[in-house]
């Protein structure tokens, strides 16, 4: 099984980046997904889930209203829309995956099994 994120960048505050997470070795319908973020000097943080088998989405306090995620079966890709981006949202984002989780675990990076490398987004002031 492998994850892999993309589409970090250095984006101007107030801009947008749309991450993206593809899978091999597992079909994404069947998991919950998560993104994560990983700033310099701070531990892990969930930013967004979205259950199995399903459209429902979940969200960090922190990124509602501007954080948008997707799943797009068909190519085995979870996506990850940015809008409004802050400087305060500078960090290594990461992509993970794990067949069974409920939803009051979906915020615990603990609880996945699979991660994928991260991709850094970078917003200036």
């Known amino acids: 099984v492998q994850l892999q994120a993309s589409g970090g960048g250095l984006v101007q505050a107030g801009g947008s980046l749309r991450l993206s997470c593809a899978a091999s070795g597992l079909r994404f319908r069947g998991y919950s997904v998560g993104w994560f973020r990983q700033a310099s000097g701070k531990e892990r943080e969930f930013v967004a889930a979205?259950?199995?088998?399903?459209?429902?989405?979940y969200y960090a306090d922190s990124v509602k209203g501007r954080f948008v995620m997707s799943r797009d079966n068909a190519e085995n890709t979870v996506y990850l829309q940015m809008n409004s981006l802050k400087p305060e949202d500078t960090a290594v984002y990461y992509c993970?995956?794990?067949?069974?989780?409920?939803?009051?675990?979906?915020?615990?990076?603990?609880?996945?099994?699979?991660w994928g490398r991260g991709t850094q987004v970078t917003v200036s002031s």
């Open positions: 993970a995956a794990d067949p069974s989780l409920i939803t009051s675990s979906l915020w615990n990076p603990d609880a996945y099994v699979y």
């Open positions: 979205i259950k199995s088998y399903g459209s429902s989405t």
